[in-house]
């Protein structure tokens, strides 16, 4: 073997050995690393839509039933630009809460995003994307959970209504991203928390821009607080048109209409990656009450003469089985 050959075999080897040793000292000994988790996220991101384990959006040929029902052409959330509601679904939504004599729905919108942003959210899904979303019912079974830590370790919280956290923590977490409410659930929230509105009808847009300026909407068709605490920079409505769609496509019509724990979970499953899901149902008694509440009575919630509560259960048990959401059933 020549000189040069010599060189150039050495050459090689102590490139090989260099390289060798510096994949052993990055990726066993810190794996922490650059290395490490560049090499994670490129193998995690080529195996399906987003990069979480397990990805809602990941599509399986044969379960047609959630094929046929899943749409992400209909954004949960509303803006200027598809607000407009075509005359079947204002008909739908107006007839909700029969609201008789509704204002012009196009300058309540456009007074509406003059008090609130309008932008388009969460549409950044994708191969690098892992976005976990924890949605929080509000059923006793959360008693004695210890599920706080596991809920606030997500990236979105979902709650709705007037649930508290304050006093049970570590069955139910402390952080909130997203509180799902309307005009008659309301409820004051931090600075940091996003205010998702679920509008019934006209008069609910208008609510929620007086519940922030004026206060002079103190009645829909109950009384209900005429100002809230909340950030307006972080106020989100829930869009009608995707309302309709989740009543249509996921509920095939049955109740008047979803429940708020339904429609946050959908809201949820629209906007997340990987979305595990708390205090819905029933406790392991078979008892149906708010965690909150000590007389198991107070608050029966499964029948309330619109929402068909056993049919939602049965497709968020659905959804369960296949591996869309994870259900943490609790106590």
């Known amino acids: 073997m020549t000189l040069t050959k010599r060189r150039r075999t050495l050459a090689l080897l102590f490139c090989a050995v260099t390289f060798t040793t510096f994949l052993f000292n990055y990726t066993f000994r810190d794996p922490s690393s650059y ?79 003059q008090v609130i942003p309008d932008e388009v959210l969460y549409m950044d899904a994708g191969p ?99 100002r809230i605490k909340a950030n307006k920079d972080k106020v989100l409505i829930y869009n009608p048109t995707f309302f309709k769609y989740v009543y249509e496509s996921w509920l095939e019509g049955h109740g008047r209409y979803p429940s708020t724990g339904f429609l946050s979970l959908m809201l949820a499953v629209h906007i997340c990656d990987e979305v595990n899901v708390f205090g819905f149902g029933a406790d392991q008694d078979g008892n149906w009450h708010h965690y909150w509440e000590d007389n198991l009575l107070a608050g029966a919630f499964r029948h309330t003469g619109v929402h068909d509560g056993d049919f939602e259960y049965n497709v968020t048990q659905l959804l369960a089985d296949k591996q869309k959401i994870r259900m943490f059933k609790g106590r």
């Open 35 to 113: 290395l490490y988790k560049y090499t994670f996220r490129l193998s995690a991101s080529s195996k399906g839509p987003c990069a979480c384990r397990h990805c809602v959006t990941e599509r399986d040929e044969d379960d047609v039933w959630f094929t046929e029902r899943f749409n992400l052409s209909v954004h949960p959330l509303m803006t200027r630009d598809n607000s407009a509601l075509s005359d079947d679904t204002f008909k739908w939504w107006q007839w909700l809460q029969a609201e008789s004599h509704p204002a012009n729905f196009s300058e309540v919108v456009d007074e509406l995003f």
């Open 128 to 226: 690098e994307r892992c976005r976990t979303c924890a949605v929080v019912g509000n059923s006793g079974n959360l008693k004695g959970s210890q599920y706080g830590g596991l809920i606030d370790s997500s990236h979105f919280i979902i709650r709705m209504n007037q649930a508290p956290t304050a006093g049970f923590e570590e069955d139910v977490g402390a952080r909130t991203t997203h509180h799902v409410l309307y005009p008659e659930s309301a409820t004051d929230l931090d600075n940091a928390t996003n205010l998702v509105l679920v509008p019934f009808k006209t008069l609910d847009l208008q609510w929620i821009v007086s519940a922030l300026t004026t206060g002079t909407v103190k009645y829909t068709y109950v009384p209900v607080m005429n």
